[in-house]
């Protein structure tokens, strides 16, 4: 029985929305701008040329891949060419494992049988570092697009695989008995109460996966390919073009936060139901 305390309503944080985003910017920032501003001065007396600094990563990494003209969005051709091929590659590979480990997490979650039955098989290959099959998708597929996605699907499928049949397994016994009930079972089940009782797991292992998939998308470039982000860090490291490793380096930090940012934007916009939720059990 849902249960509403207090009389009322939860105080809304006070002050201009405006002030308040920024504060927080600056809070959250002043670590890294102070880093950033060390780096900096220590480079400038060191003069290392293994560690540029921060300005001359920021002047190479613009005249890299954002110097283009307007009507491309200020992207260089070699933005074009590093760009595509990474995020063709990142997105089939991530795409792949999540409706595979999606509907091989239902099905695990919903059959004891199932789960007795492949759980040895797939606590074994979770084991196995993604990196160490690269030589096994290269004699399958070869160098190019489907050894990549290959490497990038088998890393990052075990989280959302994992956690959904952890999500489908733990939805209340009630909520289903409930459903019967009133004659939703099958497929309607698994739409309308399943799914979305298990989705906070499924987004938390969507959300990791992502993370792991563009870790693997450089890793797989590193080796026998001439485009992508991964073949311009190995390029640069071997030709001893430190800055443009560097700004390589840089580009998927930013990548890294930004992908992150989206998807907890998407996670929130689409579990807005069960933190409605969570907040009137409480």
């Known amino acids: 029985m849902t249960v509403i305390t207090g009389d009322h309503p939860a105080e809304r944080p006070t002050g201009v929305p405006g002030l308040r985003i920024l504060t927080g910017g600056v809070t959250r920032l002043w670590l890294v701008a102070l880093l950033v501003g060390c780096w900096e001065i220590i480079a400038r007396i060191k003069q290392d040329a293994y560690f540029p600094p921060p300005s001359t990563i920021v002047r190479v990494f613009h005249e890299l891949w954002f110097s283009g003209p307007a009507t491309h969005l200020f992207l260089t051709d070699k933005a074009l060419d590093d760009f595509q091929p990474s995020f063709v590659n990142l997105s089939c590979g991530w795409a792949l494992a999540a409706v595979v480990g999606l509907a091989l997490g239902v099905l695990l979650g919903r059959s004891g049988v199932a789960r007795e039955i492949l759980d040895p098989v ?108 991964g073949a311009h860090l190995i390029s640069s490291q071997q030709g001893m073009e430190l800055p443009e490793m560097w700004a390589g380096i840089v580009l998927l930090g930013i990548l890294g936060c930004l992908f992150n940012a989206v998807f907890a934007l998407v996670e929130r916009r689409f579990l807005s139901w069960h933190s409605n939720a969570r907040g009137l059990d409480s």
């Open 122 to 229: 797939l606590q074994f290959g979770r084991a196995i570092p993604p990196p160490t099959l690269i030589p096994f998708f290269i004699v399958v597929f070869d160098f190019g697009a489907q050894m990549q996605i290959s490497t990038i699907a088998f890393g990052v499928i075990w989280p959302v695989l994992l956690n959904t049949a952890d999500g489908v397994r733990t939805v209340e016994k009630l909520q289903l008995e409930t459903a019967e009930v009133f004659g939703i079972t099958g497929a309607t089940q698994l739409l309308r109460i399943t799914l979305p009782a298990a989705a906070p797991k499924i987004f938390a292992g969507l959300r990791v996966s992502l993370g792991f998939a563009l870790v693997l998308m450089v890793i797989s470039e590193l080796i026998g390919s001439t485009t992508g982000i």
